[in-house]
């Protein structure tokens, strides 16, 4: 019961230029592969024909990446897997490992599933860069420092990626001053209470959940800086913003 991976070779470092193509073999017993990156992407399935397979995937963003290939049998249980890792040069001259301000680097603000998948290129421009930098600056780094880690689950969007998830054209992940923010060690409303108490912000709003537990905070800071509170909530399928106060 085996599977492997033998094009790219292990630790292989590639040009972003093209699909890039992954080849192997199975033993027998395995009838359907799958292609995962990093544990959390699915980049194709594929059968498996005489003992080899093989698929091709594009990647749109540069990094290191985890690739794992998982051999499943006529039953559909996993039976063999085999991992390699990948180094892809974007052509882009970003350099997604740059530091935003002391604990915030740019990759956490640009990696997105729905990107790679979609295959759009979110690569902020040098102007929404430094709008990612200010919002690091004025707000996400003294509430990490405040209040521990932060998770960013979505914060810039290119054009190409906002069309793709359909998010609003003036929406503030779409230049770089948001990001929807959950902490790690304490709760959402209280980020978003400490941000209100300690920070200069455009907008603070409490997205779904219950008023107590948001189920994440989405942050902003841009020059008007109108210190706007709002509670997102979901209304018959649309979502309806409402002015609050944050209380304790
Ligand atoms: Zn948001």
């Not at 093989?54 to 990094?63: A, K, R």
């Not at 998770?151 to 998830?165: C, D, H, P, Q, T």
């Not at 959402?188 to 008023?211: H, M, P």
């Not at 994440?216 to 509170?229: C, F, T």
Request: a neutral charge; charged letters at 25%; proline letters at 4%.
């Amino acid at each position: 019961m085996q599977i492997t991976i033998d094009k790219p070779q292990k630790d292989a470092e590639l040009e972003l230029e093209d699909a890039i193509l992954f080849e192997g073999t199975t033993s027998t017993n395995i009838v359907r592969v799958e292609l995962w990156a990093d544990d959390r992407w699915l980049l194709g399935k594929t059968s498996a024909n005489n003992g080899k397979w093989s698929l091709t995937y594009d990647f749109n963003s540069g990094g290191t990446r985890r690739i794992v290939a998982k051999g499943f049998d006529a039953n559909n249980q996993l039976i063999a897997s085999d991992d390699n890792w990948l180094f892809l040069n974007a052509l882009t001259k970003v350099n997604l490992d740059m530091n935003l301000s002391e604990n915030f680097q740019l990759w956490e603000f640009v990696i997105s599933p729905t990107s790679d998948l979609l295959r759009v290129d979110n690569t902020p421009t040098p102007g929404e860069i430094q709008n990612l930098k200010r919002l690091c600056q004025q707000i996400l780094q003294p509430a990490r420092d405040a209040l521990g880690p932060l998770k960013i689950n979505s914060g810039f969007r290119s054009e190409e990626l906002n069309k793709a998830v359909g998010g609003v054209s003036n929406s503030a992940h779409r230049q770089g001053f948001a990001a929807d923010v959950v902490p790690v060690k304490v709760g959402t409303k209280q980020l978003a209470k400490w941000v209100n108490d300690n920070r200069e912000f455009d907008q603070i709003i409490l997205e779904f959940g219950t008023l107590d537990n948001p189920r994440w905070i989405h942050l902003s800071a841009e020059p008007r800086n109108r210190k706007q509170v709002l509670r997102a909530v979901s209304i018959s399928g649309s979502t309806v913003y409402r002015n609050i106060q944050i209380s304790t």
